[in-house]
């Protein structure tokens, strides 16, 4: 066997979200994963590997799905086969120890001693991030509840990369349940860091949620335009990159008429989601489907069709002879991209580097509301893993303190949801005030003694005062 430099072992890191990889990491993914299709592809058929290489020998993959899967869970293993290394899987959590109420916490910290590294798909929002907490070994988020499926992203955008579809001043069309899919949300913020204009097409109730719809604005820079014209409402990105290093590849310059045209051109790609019918009540919801009369628009003449499947009706299979349609491609890449992502993580002597590791994609810095006390708000979203009752004693409700446009908000840190309109109390002084955005003019030290309620009476019961503005200064009467 060829012999290789071995790498230093990498620190441990996680994929969560999309953003936990700097645009330099996914350029690194891409190009391995091109590599593995150059140096191990099948001669027929471009997209599909059809051979194996023995660089993770000796290492071991453990997937953990709490939720169905074909393609996640499928694609990774065959990605850690084709490595050379071995998978052990818990693929049906009425068979794992879950059933008996065991928790996440505990599952994740005895299979890290399994195992060299863990892909988990969870139901709740942000398992997946509670998971990498307790995990020594890298935890990558094969989906959790509706909140991200970063992996699933770099295999889209890595489809349009091979079609040439280099994103930067490009429309992108996302279709269907934008609310409860985690793919369309990691697609978003991946489409807006490399330039893309996102048109928004949701089904009727399912557009982004609220929060999605504002890191886009605040902190990825897009300036909605309601819609006008031929393209409808989206979501322009700002003409400056948000990281240079990326557009210093040549391969991410495309030639394009100036933005103030874009919403002009045509659409470049349509992404098509499923009605996450799991993650809603009414089951019985109007939804649009995707078939080649809706395709005859001109707009959509060189649209690449993609899809993380499964369909179940929203994508005519009349499609599927369409040049147009890329969606096998799309889920055939998931080996070659994941085995990229897993050769970055473990270190492996052919993946890429780590040393350029910068922490994912420039977060802006953002104090840390992290309580040890259970008193105070929690999560508002109730499907957050904060609101899990297996983990209540592994769990407590952190959020970043966010200054949005329309003041100060907490974002929680596992499912990044937003809480606002809350009051904020001090525990030294026992006063609650009606103004979130102390949060934001105290100073870290004071910070720590501030604690946020939902509202003026979950305050008052738990023995906290409104506070009282201070009173005018009485003028002193003049001597007579
Ligand atoms: C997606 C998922 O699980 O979020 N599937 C996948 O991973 N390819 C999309 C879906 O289930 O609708």
């Known amino acids: 066997m060829k012999s290789v430099a071995q790498r230093p072992a990498p620190a441990t890191r996680h994929v969560v979200s999309i953003n936990d990889l700097s ?17 191990l592809g099948d001669r027929q058929l471009p997209y599909r590997l059809a051979k194996s290489s023995r660089v993770a020998s000796g290492r071991i993959l453990a997937t953990l799905f709490y939720e169905p899967s074909t393609r996640t869970r499928l694609s990774f293993e065959s990605a850690m086969l084709r490595l050379g290394g071995e998978v052990i899987t818990s693929a049906d959590p009425a068979t794992s120890s879950a059933a008996k109420g065991e928790s ?51 295999c889209d955008v890595f489809t ?19 609310r409860g899919s985690r793919t369309i949300h990691s697609f978003v913020y991946a489409l807006a860091r490399l330039g893309a204009s996102i048109v928004p097409m949701p089904a009727p109730g399912m557009e982004l949620p609220a929060h999605v719809d504002r890191r886009l604005r605040e902190e990825f820079n897009c300036s909605f335009r309601p819609a006008k014209g031929a393209i409808g409402a989206l979501y322009m990105t700002p003409d400056e990159p948000h990281q240079p290093a990326l557009f210093a590849d040549p391969d991410f310059e495309i030639d394009v008429k100036p933005s103030a045209s874009r919403s002009e051109q045509k659409i470049a790609a349509v992404y098509v989601t499923r009605f996450q019918k799991e993650r809603w009540a009414d089951k019985d919801q109007a939804y649009p489907k995707i078939d080649a009369q809706f395709l005859k628009d001109a707009k959509y003449s060189q649209a690449s069709v993609l899809h993380p499947l499964p369909r179940v009706g929203e994508l005519d299979v009349s499609l599927d002879t369409d ?15 994941r085995m ?46 904060v609101h899990e009752p297996m983990e209540a004693p592994y769990v407590r409700n952190k959020f970043h303190v966010v200054r949005g446009e329309d003041g100060c908000r907490l974002r929680c840190l596992y499912c990044e949801h937003d809480s606002e309109g809350f009051v904020v109390a001090s525990r030294k ?52």
């Open 104 to 154: 996440l916490a505990d599952s994740v910290r005895v299979i890290s001693s399994y195992a060299d590294a863990i892909v988990i798909r969870h139901p709740r929002d942000g398992a997946a991030r509670l998971a990498a907490e307790y995990s020594p070994i890298p935890v990558i988020n094969g989906g959790d509840g509706s909140h991200e499926h970063p992996t699933q992203t770099l």
């Open 340 to 385: 990229a992502l897993i050769a970055l993580l473990l270190g492996l002597p052919d993946g890429p580097a780590m040393e350029t590791y910068s922490g994912g994609f420039a977060p802006a810095e953002r104090p840390l509301y992290d309580h040890p006390f259970t008193e105070g708000l929690s999560c508002s979203n109730r499907n957050c893993i």
């Open 160 to 178: 349009l990369k091979r079609k040439n579809k280099n994103l930067k001043k490009l429309n992108v069309a996302i279709s269907g349940d934008l």
């Open 23 to 39: 645009d330099q990491d996914i350029q690194s993914v891409f190009d391995t994963a091109q590599g593995y299709l150059d140096t």
């Open 429 to 480: 002084n026992k006063w609650y005030a009606d103004d979130p955005s102390l949060l934001l003019t105290e100073a870290d030290h004071t910070l720590k003694d501030l604690v946020a309620f939902r509202d003026g009476a979950s305050a008052q019961e738990a023995g906290y005062r409104a506070r009282q503005q201070a009173a005018p200064r009485r003028r002193s009467k003049p001597a007579s």
């Open 323 to 337: 040049t147009r349609a890329v969606y096998f491609e799309q889920a055939a890449y998931g080996v070659p991209v």
